[in-house]
């Protein structure tokens, strides 16, 4: 099953952690749109037949969007690509875009997943992170989806900020909780070199938060939601029983997925391709196809990319799916390899899978890239 991705970079204000693609120039949004819409129809064989599970609006920010272009590009979808067994359909939004006349717009376009990008129920660190929203907006803005009548709502929260109050932490996550959504990503905050926050650094305005600070915060988000009835099922996302993002999880789980838009990327099972980073540039290349790059992936790539995604997740490695998709030596490499961490507690291996508690995924990445094998 495969998935299919709209990127809109574009935003109304640029948050001051944020290292996404995204362009605060809205008057090219309209033409860009218009020209997806175009890649869509030129891209219609790269899922090579296979039915559309999912499909994601992210960005940028999504909600800047009429709620008719979103319909007209599901509406695309359907008729372009198998979409008989289409699950899922997420759209990304900014809490002060949701309005009742927006949410019901998407209702009616199809979309049947809210994603909110929250950050924080706090308003001096929304501030500090230059957001559009303060907490009031967040919270208004679950509840009027709620009152709209949408029942898979996931939120997104950073943690592991060098400032705001120091109990900003604890209440975003009571207020998470209390709002009962059904999905909750939370991610450490990383200080990009491009970003605003990478200049404060740089001029020794801002300095991350100890690697302990990180780890205690860490442990906190994991055991507040998982006592509140969430599952940690990947290093960034927990979600109420039935609730996993489908999308992401296709991603993880290395399945094929097509990127509309500048900057988006796509992988077809082995080749991976992507759109230059510019508006203009992929609006000038879109049509003669001459705004991207691919590159093949070997065997070693996908197998690395396995090993790095699978061990962030619950179920961490099928060894009888690897032993498929690479081979009886490469799997059998694989379990002599991980035995060490096997026998020092970090890595579990029930015979049928390989895994780490998520516990320990905050510092999994020395272990995944010990992992590793090069070519
Ligand atoms: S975090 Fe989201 S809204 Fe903020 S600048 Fe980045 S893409 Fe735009």
Redo the contacts with the bound molecule.
Sequence with gaps: MAGIYFHIPF?RR??AY?D?Y?NADLRLMEQTLAAMEREVVMRRNFLRGEAVRTIYFG???PSLVPTEWIARAIELCRARFDCSQLEEVTLEA?PDDLSTEYLAGLRAAGVNRLSI?IQSFDDEVLRTMNRRHDAAAAVRAVETARAVGFDNITIDLIYGLPFGPKDALTRSLVQAVALDVEHISAYHLTIEPNTRFGRMAARGELTPVPDEESEHQYLQVHNHLTAAGYDHYEISNFAKEGFRSRHNSSYWHSQRYLGIGPAAHSFDGEQRVWAVASVAEYLNGVDAAECFESEILTATDRYNEVVMTALRCREGIDLVELREKFGAVRAEYFCAEAERFVASGVLSNDGKRVAMCPERWLVCDSVIADLFVED
């Design positions: 935003c640029i948050c944020c996404f995204k960005g940028g920010t900014n990008g």
